[in-house]
């Protein structure tokens, strides 16, 4: 059982957007004086680049963004040998449906932020670090640049960091409303000035990244993380989770709980922790029905699940994934076909056309699950929504098509009697809306 | 081949640019960049503007017209003083933004896609605006709002109203 005294390291108590118990931590002279750039100091003083990703390495830290591959082992894929520049890149983009982690971050941290950023870019040899935003996050965009200036204007970024041989330029690169920009590869190529479609892998970023050359892309929490690990120590991080996924990480709880936001907890929390004694429970005190664990394209758990470990391995388990660590929940009064019909439409909007199995059948998907929610549905209609994600499924050059099938999979296989209903009653069997606009 | 003279790019834009492409390894890294200067002056991006666009960036007019066309940000008509889109993803579905839409769209008799006539506001879905904790969401122009309601959405275009 977790010991929910746990302080947050990250956030600290920053759950709704509102709140801000340090609200001038948003400019440098306060972050320096609560001790921030001291880490960097540290780092760049008395630690080699290759003891920083060893550290990072042994802190267990895993992406942040949704695929949670080990940032250490991640930095560690670059060529030893290579004569052209390093580039890392900050991933924050930002868009999985449900996940609002980052915008507190970019919005209330930025100095956090960038002196994770420095570091990181210090342990891989980059001297030009891209930190990509979302275009719809105009104020994060404003902070961030202010926040690069005043660093370069007090010496923390530029030629010499800090007084050392260090150098090193982060440029704020806003993306303009693409959902896929936030695949690695998109957005290596919205960075060089192109449309957002993936690459084919391999070669891997790492190899032959950003105008051809290593790259690192981190989401921004891993990259904000950096900073607590090297000032604590990896073994401080990594004991506050479990064996395979180190440390802790921000839930963003959203949908139907009492207390929706951004909750900041070492990952052997429970689902059932994370929705009843951190959000408060589902409102109206109404029974869960349904969750998803780690944004919009992972599959569906039910009340059920409540017990799953709010780890990688845990929800791995319980048969999804972790993801993005977004949990959005659902009570008793949502239809399963209306909630995988508002995924689909939005994975056929973002698919950005370039492979024709996701183009084509995440539009099947959409249209096949409007006709049944709207009582126009006919029963061959639930095995092509079983045969259409095996056409999409691994033959795309990215994951998005996969992400678009979750939802219709787990839904059918969980809630399948929901979706004979509407077909059989010619119409939803559902009242609507779930919550009033008052 | 005759160059553009600053018109959609101001000189003042053009100076910016070209400092902002001495951060970048190159130069066709601005190609966002200059499009947005341009939807910020212009409020969107006018079919003559491609042309100009291409030319500072170095890229060819199909490259830009590509990018304009992919990113949904990116306008090709003009939309009113306020453009306002309201989250209709499933965490800010789940808490009333059907009810949200329909209540704008009752207010300002229009529907997504439309603009009143006296040119003040348009209205558009968006796809998931990362306020997901605190839906339902919108935002108008630059900002977002969160935790609507009925009284908030007036006050809100009382705001848009008085201030355009």
């Known amino acids: ?438 | 081949m005759t160059m553009h003279e600053p018109y959609y790019l101001s000189l003042q834009r053009r100076k910016w640019l070209t400092s902002l492409a001495r951060r970048y390894p190159q130069r066709r890294s601005i190609a966002l960049p200059a499009v947005w200067a341009v939807q910020y002056d212009w409020g969107f991006i006018p079919a003559p503007a491609i042309e100009e666009i291409a030319e500072v960036v170095g890229i060819t007019p199909a490259a830009v017209r590509e990018i304009v066309t992919f990113y949904s940000m990116f306008r090709e008509a003009p939309v009113g003083r306020y453009l306002i889109g309201v989250c209709g993803t499933l965490s800010c579905a789940l808490c009333g933004a059907e009810g949200l839409l329909d209540y704008l769209q009752e207010k300002l008799g229009i529907k997504p896609g439309e603009t009143t006539p006296d040119g003040l506001f348009s209205l558009e879905v968006m796809m998931c605006l990362g306020a997901c904790a605190w839906a339902p969401a919108m935002l108008v122009n630059q900002r977002i709002h969160v935790r609507l309601t009925r009284t908030r959405v007036d006050e809100i275009l009382a705001w848009c109203r008085e201030n355009a």
């Open chain 1, 1 to 438: 059982m977790l010991d929910l005294q746990y302080k947050p390291v990250l956030l600290d108590g920053v759950v709704d957007l509102a709140d801000n118990p340090t609200p001038d931590a948003e400019w440098f002279d306060a972050y320096r004086r609560r001790g921030g750039y001291r880490t960097l100091e540290k780092v760049l003083h008395t630690m080699t680049p290759a003891e920083v990703v060893e550290c990072v390495k042994a802190s267990g830290l895993r992406g942040r963004g949704g695929a949670g591959f080990p940032t250490g082992v991640k930095w560690g894929f670059l060529p030893k040998d290579s004569k052209l520049p390093v580039y890392l890149v900050c991933n924050g983009d930002e868009s999985e449906p449900g996940t609002c982690k980052d915008r507190p971050i970019l919005e209330q941290r930025p100095h956090l932020l960038l002196e994770g950023i420095a570091i990181s870019a210090y342990a891989i040899g980059s001297h030009t670090a891209f930190l990509y935003i979302r275009g719809e996050y105009f104020h994060a965009i404003e902070v961030m640049n202010r926040a690069i200036e005043e660093a370069r204007a007090r010496g923390v970024l530029g030629l010499h960091v800090l007084g050392t041989d260090f150098s090193l330029d982060i440029v704020v690169h806003s993306g303009a409303g693409a959902y896929i920009c936030g695949e690695e590869s998109a957005m290596l190529n919205s960075i060089e000035g192109r449309v957002g479609w993936p690459r084919l892998r391999p070669p891997f970023p790492a190899q032959k990244g950003l105008y051809g050359c290593p790259t690192i892309i981190n989401n921004v929490e891993t990259l904000a993380k950096v900073v607590p690990i090297l000032e604590r120590g990896p073994e401080w991080f990594h004991s506050l989770g479990t064996e395979r996924s180190g440390g802790f990480r921000i839930y963003s709880v959203s949908g139907h709980v009492k207390r929706p936001g951004n909750y900041e907890a070492p990952m052997r929390i429970t689902l059932r922790q994370l929705i009843y004694d951190l959000a408060g429970g589902i409102r109206d005190d109404r029974p869960l029905k349904a969750v998803i664990p780690g944004g919009s394209s992972v599959p569906i758990l039910t009340a059920d699940h409540l017990d799953t470990q709010m780890s990688f391995e845990g929800v791995e388990e319980a048969g999804s994934l972790l993801g993005s660590a977004a949990t959005i929940v659902f009570d008793d009064t949502v239809c399963m076909v209306w909630a995988a019909r508002n995924m689909a439409q939005f994975y056929r909007h973002e698919s950005c056309g370039q492979c024709t199995p996701c183009r084509q059948g995440t539009a099947w998907l959409y249209k096949i699950l409007d006709r049944i929610e709207s009582g126009r549905g006919r029963l061959e209609d639930l095995d092509l929504l079983q045969n259409i994600p095996t056409k999409i499924e691994g033959r795309c050059v990215c994951a998005l098509g996969d992400a678009a099938c979750a939802a219709v999979k787990s839904g059918l296989h969980y809630f399948r009697r929901e979706f004979e209903q509407h077909i059989e009653r010619g119409r939803c069997p559902f009242e609507k809306p779930y919550t009033q606009f008052v």
